[in-house]
T-cell receptor, first 113, second 115 residues
Framework: KAGVTQTPRYLIKTRGQQVTLSCSPISGHRSVSWYQQTPGQGLQFLFEYFSETQRNKGNFPGRFSGRQFSNSRSEMNVSTLELGDSALYLC????????????FGPGTRLLVL | DAKTTQPPSMDCAEGRAANLPCNHSTISGNEYVYWYRQIHSQGPQYIIHGLKNNETNEMASLIITEDRKSSTLILPHATLRDTAVYYCIVRVLSYSGAGSYQLTFGKGTKLSVIP
């Protein structure tokens, strides 16, 4: 079974621009979670989507948003990019029920100049 | 989620067992211990998890103390490919029916396997 895939793998943007990242979960998985990883803050939870609904949200500003489609694929959007948004963005998928393990994708490396 | 404490770094000789400790003294009865590892700039890789019994899979063994306040991840025969940051995470099991949870990562243990 194919793993979690994320596109693009690398991205360079400038301040003020917006960006959309995509995540395709493992087949059959209905939950997609997004995390941000930076050297200073480590891995931090952004939000989780399940059946096209945001089910959980971390402590990030409204510039960070996401959505999930009926096929469980998910996108996250960051508007008005700041230098501090440079990070590795990871998504993880799971079946979405209690006790299910999250499996991570390879991440998208975003550099904001 | 309960907080975990791990040593910042450890070395292990190739071919020897790597024993990575984790303290989670405030763990609650319904909280699982999860282990992930992250090889440089890749996505975290799931290793193993457990509640109160010891667990073993093809990658590792997880030993949880009887009081559940600490655990040890064991890689039985470490190889150079096991060099990574290992994260111990205590994850609360959601009984709300929503099934939602988030993983709270600490700084982990950087394991270096030495030839």
């Amino acid at each position: 079974k194919a793993g979690v895939t994320q596109t693009p793998r690398y991205l360079i943007k400038t301040r003020g621009q917006q960006v959309t990242l995509s995540c395709s979960p493992i087949s059959g998985h209905r939950s997609v979670s997004w995390y941000q990883q930076t050297p200073g803050q480590g891995l931090q939870f952004l939000f989780e989507y399940f059946s096209e609904t945001q089910r959980n949200k971390g402590n990030f500003p409204g510039r960070f948003s996401g959505r999930q489609f009926s096929n469980s694929r998910s996108e996250m959007n960051v508007s008005t990019l700041e230098l501090g948004d440079s990070a590795l963005y990871l998504c993880a998928s799971s079946l979405g029920q209690v006790q299910e393990t999250q499996y991570f994708g390879p991440g998208t490396r975003l550099l904001v100049l | 989620d309960a907080k975990t404490t791990q040593p910042p770094s450890m070395d292990c000789a190739e071919g020897r067992a790597a024993n990575l400790p984790c303290n989670h003294s405030t763990i609650s009865g319904n909280e699982y211990v999860y282990w992930y590892r992250q090889i440089h700039s890749q996505g975290p890789q799931y290793i193993i998890h457990g509640l109160k019994n010891n667990e073993t899979n093809e990658m590792a063994s997880l030993i949880i103390t009887e009081d559940r306040k600490s655990s040890t991840l064991i890689l039985p025969h470490a190889t150079l490919r096991d060099t990574a940051v290992y994260y111990c995470i205590v994850r609360v099991l959601s009984y709300s029916g929503a099934g939602s949870y988030q993983l709270t990562f600490g700084k982990g243990t950087k394991l270096s396997v030495i030839p």
